[in-house]
């Protein structure tokens, strides 16, 4: 399933932000966004990915939220992006 | 399902990053999650950390090593039990037979589907005795020619590519064996029960992957195996419905090792090309 990972950690805690997003890489995590992620995982994994994300946010403080939208949600996100060319 | 990563390189080296693998080819770099995968097949030559088979012992991956002459392989420990190699055993005199008549039925189907005759396969396949020896080098010398003959590829090009396919389709049956708890060092037919269980997708994946080929014909080891991993990661037809090859050739293996346990339970032989 299709998950979107979306983090929102004070500055202060910039080291814990970077551990976040290496251990979303861990797990096969994809940039999307400053912050913003997303993964291909099953429940099992993403059970493992919450409490990992908890381990590391205790350690100072922050939130995490977690999007598991259906397939069919997920092909009507519209992106708007002056990036690409 | 866990997926799997497939390296061909002259020249690699595998190291750990946290709980990732990162794989270094001529100074590209590419990270790849050890809990999203369950297979690494590298085929080279290169270097791997010590590290490296930590991670894939931690989080159940298996490495198989591909080169000129060997096949070798990093194996998680088994969470299966033992009973299941015990059972394997047991059924050695008993399940070979349904990989012949797959690979018999496959092959002689797999050449009148390219307007060939595919009785003188199915002959071979009857008169078999030392299936190694006396049949699988009769049939895939016969599909090899037919192939060439229909397709007008250059023969090296054909045979190198069926060797190269050949190695990671082994190497995809060896870990549906493995992940099965079955032993891929006790056989059915004389050789290895990973080669034997591939010898059902030979037709299917391997040969109908190569007749797929057209000029102009592609040069890097790379381009050559990217259609047949989609052809193994994509779907196929089989008894009339489709299913992902990858996850037919774990069913496969998995129907091994309940046949093992049950000698009540028959395997029946796959269908390909209906």
Redesign the interface.
Known sequence: MKVIVVFDIPVEYDKLRREVR??L?????SFLQYSVYTL??DEK?LE?IVSGINRILTKGGGRVDIFIPCKKCFDKVRVVDTYEV | MRGGRWLVAENYSVRRRGRRFLVEVGGRRSEVAAPTIDLLVLRGVGEVSSDVLELASEEDVLIVFIGDGFFSWFAPPSKKDIGYVIGQWGARNILGDVFVDTYIDSSARFLESMGFDGNYVRIIGETYSDFWRSVEPRVETQLLVNVVEKTGLPLSFVEETYRLYLEFLEAEALNAVIRAGLSPHIDFLGKTLYSELALEFRAPLVWDTIRGFREPLPSRAESILKPFKSRVYGYVRVYGKNIYARKLIHSRAKGVARCSMNPGLRLRPLRWFR
């Open positions: 290496e251990y890489k861990d797990f096969g995590g291909d995982c994994v493992r």
